[in-house]
């Protein structure tokens, strides 16, 4: 099976960087994808490294150690809209996705 | 383009009552997959379907029962609704090589 860990929450100020990490185990590794969801809202998609190395999408870059199964999204300039559940997910060889459990983040001014 | 839709938006069930989520895509999309979200929790994979025609068990299938007659929908059937499947519905949508999934606006359902 798959499991993932992601921290519970994470606090930072306006303006700052925050980078929220991932750890996962899985069989047939495919990619790691980020998602961003509001309270009440859809999840929306921000980002995804199926190799290693860091992607880079305006403010936000996600990160990928296959070696390591570990990565990590890095939030930069943060706003007060950017304070959400931010959720990784495994993407399998099979098609499907398992998400982490989520890490709060609150952006404080 | 509307993207993923999903009816209803709300319902509400009596315990043993059975009902039907829909899902529609409009982006072509091979991969469809229903998810739940309870309070605080991510999102579990009930079924998905890597085509029309195909459906696979995720990691809570049991209770529902999914088809894909149609490559643009994908339905989730409750047999006999439990209190246990009070949650947040999602589906979404991918490319079969995507990088990422679009989600539908959610249907909350409340079994009483």
């Known amino acids: 099976g798959q499991s993932l860990e992601q921290p519970s929450e994470v606090t930072a100020v306006e303006g700052a960087i925050v980078q929220i990490n991932c750890t996962y185990q899985?069989?047939?590794?495919?990619?790691l994808s980020w998602y961003q969801q509001h309270d009440g809202g859809a999840p929306t998609f921000l980002s995804y490294?199926?190799?290693?190395g860091l992607e880079e999408t305006g403010r936000f870059s996600s990160f990928l150690s296959r070696s390591d199964s570990y990565g990590y999204l890095l939030l930069q300039e943060l706003q007060m809209k950017d304070s959400a559940s931010y959720f990784c997910?495994?993407?399998?060889?099979?098609?499907?996705?398992?998400f982490g459990d989520g890490t709060t983040l609150t952006v404080k001014p | 383009n509307a993207g993923v839709t999903q009816t209803p938006k709300f319902r509400v069930l009596k315990t043993g009552q059975s009902m039907t989520l829909l899902c529609a895509q409009d982006?072509?999309?091979?991969?469809m997959y229903w998810y739940r979200q309870d309070p605080g929790m991510g999102l579990r994979l009930i079924h998905y379907?890597?085509?029309?025609?195909?459906?696979a068990k995720g990691e809570v299938p049991d209770g529902y029962n999914v088809s894909r007659l149609k490559k643009q929908n994908f339905l989730l059937g409750l047999e006999s609704a439990a209190p246990s499947q009070t949650s947040v519905y999602f589906c979404?949508?991918?490319?079969?090589?995507?990088?990422?999934?679009?989600f539908g606006p959610g249907t909350r359902l409340t079994v009483l």
């Open positions: 490294n199926a190799l290693d």
């Open positions: 979404a949508s991918s490319e079969s090589q995507g990088r990422g999934q679009f």
């Open positions: 899985t069989s047939g590794f495919y990619g």
């Open positions: 982006m072509n999309h091979e991969y």
């Open positions: 379907s890597v085509g029309e025609g195909t459906t």
């Open positions: 997910a495994v993407r399998t060889n099979a098609g499907k996705s398992t």
